[in-house]
């Protein structure tokens, strides 16, 4: 009998991995790392299949269910990242393993006739074939002779294909993918002086043969990604595959492009709008060497690449980087967990890095600063103006945009460029509210303010929930009911309404929701004749559009206003990313920003492409706040249907974590709250929470990892989430 050691992926704390009979029908079937179903508590989850041993204790033994995925691209050095997550993050073994291996992709497709064939049989399988002669000559012709076509294969034996087949079956031959290299030979750019140089500092790196991490602090335009590129070619001569991350890959359809029209079908792309199908060939070919540059979004840092050599993560800063479910895993830390196992070498790059970042680039940290302080060509950074909104009131301009704002669009408009317009804020306003009795239209199921839509509907952007926009006061029936705040519908409709006939483009979540709508809105904007385009956020990353010679953000109060220690920092990188797509041709960019807080440092500093100002300024409000980079956090969030029960587990919580300091006399750990989240209640469900603060992170997560296993699953009512280093809080 033969039992299996699996990693499930369920709520329970430390050792998450059981052991299962396995059935004698799956026995062929199932082989280490099979992703299987599998009994527990009642009820059936996923896990990985770890190890073929006897179980301590035969009592209670359930038995496999079925095989979800034969070979979910896991091997062993995935598995030593898996239980890297384990301890860092304060997640189950199975649930890094799902997030490595990601959704099932389920059956390998079938083969292609280009494919070939490579032995792979276990010890004394030629003796163990006595029997069967004609495979037994088939396995001895594939050992001798590599390489060849299942057709080949079988000729050359002189045996029909079905026998080639059962070998393949049996595990001692596999197909390996090839496909026609196509012969690409761009034209490349001369390098600039400054690119030059990352370049040459980027090779000495890699020369060195050991894992290191640079980080490429390069203005908008200055060039950073050619500079990816090239070492990306580098790191191919040397027979070695690269990650390049990007923040979201439907977002930025140009970078695609650019990485394809540079290496052709050596490229893999994963994105989550895949098929299953497209997935796996995509994977596989990765596996096989095949593919030797992986372009993808967060999770594409677990390719499963063979002879891994670089890892680009293009705008580190993102927020997109850090998984927002559990296990919270920030994929620039796992970069640095991959490059150390392959001695490969990471490039962090950004006009905005992230303060943690840019800390551990300077004199001492462990990461090599490589500067690109100029725009290719020279070209300018372009010129920002800062619009003061108190004063636009007191001239009685009542519209949404400023007078040089209306200006400067007009001007665009006559001469023919084009030009963005960036709020990041969707909908039409932001809260409908009664000016007679105050009261504010919310969700019913979550503590937050609904917003109105320009179809007059009231929407949810938490759960989802509508109503059609109250004509009158459900409180007091007054009809002094009304929006207020600016969403970029308003945005769409002031424009339509000040310049008739203008060609406007609006992208957020709410006109992009169907597949390819964002590459369909740009490519519309690019060629057809667009004049303004309005976007959130989405439109701020990467785009890279000669034409658009002014960006005007209607408001940078928005993020400055976030109740989050990085709201400044937040503010600070989606104005520089925002204004930097001005100007990117010929023709010199303008931006205005408008602003209820002109004084603010992060909106001076961006005014003057300043991030070493800024840095200063910002680490100075985060020093004496005691705020990361100079402590560690671990946020704990409580929620539950009932409030009660979720407060007596934040209690509980925060008495046991005390508790524990004091027992471990670990020093320098302070336990914050309970209190109730940002959002106190999301989708019927209350949100409590505790905010663990201190210098040492290890100490952190050895307070909060040992009452984690304590607790178990005390409060069944509640559940418990971990963020090891949040973003937010
Ligand atoms: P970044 O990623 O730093 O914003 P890009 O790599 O997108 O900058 O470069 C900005 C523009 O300059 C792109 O259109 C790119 O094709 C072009 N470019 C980059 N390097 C060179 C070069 N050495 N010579 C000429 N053009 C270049
Ligand atoms: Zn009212
Ligand atoms: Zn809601």
Sequence with gaps: MQFAEVAVSVPVRGNQSFHYRVPEALAEEIIRFSRVEVPFSGRLVQGFVLAFNNPPDLKKIKEIKRVVEQQPFLDDQLLVLAQWMEQRYLCGLGDALQSIAGSAIGKATGTKEQDVIIATPPDNAIEGLARAPKQRKVLEVALSRPEHTKTELAKLAGVNLQVVNSLIKKGYLSVKATEPRVELTPSLPVLTKEQEHALAKIRDAMEKQKPQAILLHGVTGSGKTEVYLRSIADTMSKGRQSIILIPEISLTPQMVARFKDRFGNLVAVLHSSMSNGERYAEKKRIRDGLAQVILGARSAIFAPTERLGLIIIDEEHEPSYKQDENPKYHAREVALK???????????????????????????????????????????????????????????????????????????????????????????????????????????????????????????????????????????????????????????????????????????????????????????????????????????????????????????????????????????????????????????????????????????????????????????????????????????????????????????????????????????????????????KIKERFRWQLILKGAVSTDLRKVAGTLLQRAGIRFKKVTVSIDVDPLSI
């Design 338 to 680: 991959r490059a150390a196992q392959n001695d490969a070498v990471v490039i962090l790059g950004s006009a905005t890095p992230a303060l943690e970042s840019y800390c551990r680039a300077r004199e001492g940290g462990p990461y090599q600063l490589v500067t690109l302080a100029h725009r290719v060509d020279n070209r300018r950074l372009p010129r920002v103006q800062i619009v003061d909104l108190r004063e636009e009131l007191a001239k009685g301009n009542l519209n949404i945009f400023s007078s040089p704002l209306i200006s400067a669009l007009s001007k665009r408009i006559e001469q023919g460029e084009k030009s963005i317009l960036f709020l990041n804020r969707r909908g039409f306003a932001t809260t409908v509210l009664c000016r007679r009795c105050g009261q504010v239209m919310k969700c019913p199921r979550c503590d937050i303010s609904l917003t109105l839509h320009n179809d007059q509907r009231l929407k949810c952007h938490y759960c989802g929930y509508g109503i059609s926009s109250p004509l009158t006061c459900p409180e007091c029936n007054s009809k002094y009911i009304r929006g207020f705040g600016v969403g970029t519908q308003r945005v769409e409709e002031e424009v339509k309404k000040l310049f008739p006939g203008c060609k406007v483009f609006r992208m957020d979540a709410d006109t992009t929701s169907r597949k390819g709508s964002h590459k369909e809105i740009l490519e519309q904007f690019i060629n057809g004749d667009g004049q303004i385009l309005i976007g959130t956020q989405m439109i701020a990353k990467g785009l890279d559009i000669p034409e658009v010679t002014l960006v005007g953000v209607v408001s940078a109060d928005v993020s400055l206003n976030i109740p989050d220690f990085r709201a400044a920092e937040r503010t600070f990188q989606l104005l520089t990313q925002v204004a930097g797509r001005a100007g990117r041709g010929e023709a010199s960019g303008d931006v205005i920003v408008q602003t209820y807080d002109p004084e603010h440092f992060s909106i001076l500093t961006a005014r003057d492409h300043d991030f070493i100002s800024f840095y200063h300024r910002e680490m100075s409000v985060r020093k004496a706040l005691c705020y990361p980079p100079f402590s560690h956090l671990i946020r704990i969030l409580f929620s539950g249907i009932s409030e009660a029960d979720v407060m007596a587990a934040a209690e509980w919580w925060q008495e046991s974590l005390k508790g524990i300091v004091e027992e471990t006399k670990i020093t320098g750990v302070e336990v914050l709250g309970p209190a109730p989240a940002g959002i106190p």
